[in-house]
């Protein structure tokens, strides 16, 4: 599948982000403790402003006229694209970019940005080495590998990019708040809803008939309990690591 640009694809797919894409008060203390004392923050790739800290001075950059729209903060946001950012030359503390470095067209000239731009990182992202972790990647789209690894950089690029300091694992909790793809790994029945399909990225691109028949199938393993059997040690667990990953250069 092409890789469309982030704009676009937004255009197309972010129209129900508000709803079902909330942020998580633990990602986000995950993703806060590691901007440090900064209190200018650039938050690339902003969508509706999730992860954005209250208590800072952000400038929101994001392409998306569409997420733009959903957007309820007071925090100024420029519509813009994270390979050509309209600011100076260390003009913030610090830039973040949140589930958002997969959809840049040019994930490395976003980078070189987003370190031009500011005088610490923090990406917050997966590692698509490790999609197949997660049972719905697995066992009912295994076409996922591919399709992220047409557009995702490895967690260890993106940190060569950014000469990163660490690299910090985050646990998805079993409630998440924030549906992104691996929120549901203890909720299987979520997947099969049309509005948690339609934000997320993978879900809302690959072809609806690859989508339907995996969801079928997973219906299927719902109702005769062979997804509670195979899957039963999940049920007990609070949190888990599925890849992803806090990315941080000072």
Same mark, same amino acid.
């Not at 998580?24 to 806060?32: C, E, G, L, T």
């Not at 610090?94 to 070189?112: F, N, R, T, Y």
């Given at each position: 599948?092409? #890789?469309?640009?982030?704009?676009?694809?937004?255009?197309?797919?972010? #129209?129900? @982000?508000?709803?079902?894409?909330?942020?998580?008060?633990?990602?986000?203390?995950?993703?806060?403790?590691? #901007?440090?004392?900064?209190?200018?923050?650039?938050?690339?790739?902003?969508?509706?402003?999730?992860?954005?800290?209250?208590?800072?001075?952000?400038?929101?950059?994001?392409?998306?006229?569409?997420?733009?729209?959903?957007?309820?903060?007071?925090?100024?946001?420029?519509?813009?694209?994270?390979?050509?950012?309209?600011?100076?030359?260390?003009?913030?503390?610090?830039?973040?970019?949140?589930?958002?470095?997969?959809?840049?067209?040019?994930?490395?000239?976003?980078?070189?940005?987003?370190?031009?731009?500011?005088?610490?990182?923090?990406?917050?992202?997966?590692?698509?080495?490790?999609?197949?972790?997660?049972?719905?990647?697995?066992? @009912?789209?295994?076409?996922?590998?591919?399709?992220?690894?047409?557009?995702?950089?490895?967690?260890?690029?993106?940190?060569?990019?950014?000469?990163?300091?660490?690299?910090?694992?985050?646990?998805?909790?079993?409630?998440?708040?924030?549906?992104?793809?691996?929120?549901?790994?203890?909720?299987?029945?979520? @997947?099969?809803?049309?509005?948690?399909?339609?934000?997320?990225?993978?879900?809302?691109?690959?072809?609806?008939?690859?989508?339907?028949?995996?969801?079928?199938?997973?219906?299927?393993?719902?109702?005769?309990?062979?997804?509670?059997?195979?899957?039963?040690? #999940?049920?007990?667990?609070?949190?888990?690591?599925?890849?992803?990953?806090?990315?941080?250069?000072?």
């Amino acid at each position: 599948m092409t #890789l469309k640009s982030h704009a676009h694809v937004y255009e197309t797919i972010g #129209l129900q @982000y508000a709803t079902r894409r909330q942020p998580d008060a633990r990602v986000a203390s995950a993703i806060h403790a590691t #901007l440090g004392d900064a209190n200018s923050i650039c938050n690339i790739g902003a969508g509706s402003g999730s992860y954005e800290p209250l208590d800072r001075d952000v400038t929101a950059v994001e392409p998306s006229k569409t997420m733009i729209a959903q957007r309820t903060s007071a925090f100024p946001v420029v519509c813009a694209a994270a390979e050509d950012l309209p600011f100076r030359d260390n003009e913030f503390d610090a830039a973040m970019a949140i589930l958002s470095v997969h959809h840049w067209e040019s994930p490395q000239k976003g980078l070189a940005e987003m370190k031009r731009v500011s005088g610490r990182q923090v990406v917050f992202t997966f590692d698509p080495d490790l999609q197949d972790s997660l049972w719905l990647v697995r066992d @009912y789209l295994p076409q996922i590998v591919d399709f992220e690894n047409g557009r995702a950089l490895p967690v260890d690029v993106i940190a060569e990019c950014l000469g990163a300091d660490r690299i910090d694992p985050v646990a998805i909790p079993h409630d998440c708040t924030d549906g992104f793809q691996a929120a549901y790994w203890r909720r299987p029945e979520m @997947y099969l809803r049309a509005d948690v399909q339609a934000t997320i990225s993978t879900l809302a691109q690959l072809p609806e008939e690859l989508v339907s028949a995996a969801m079928r199938l997973l219906r299927a393993d719902l109702d005769s309990g062979v997804w509670a059997d195979r899957y039963s040690d #999940l049920l007990t667990q609070d949190s888990v690591d599925f890849g992803y990953r806090v990315i941080v250069a000072e």
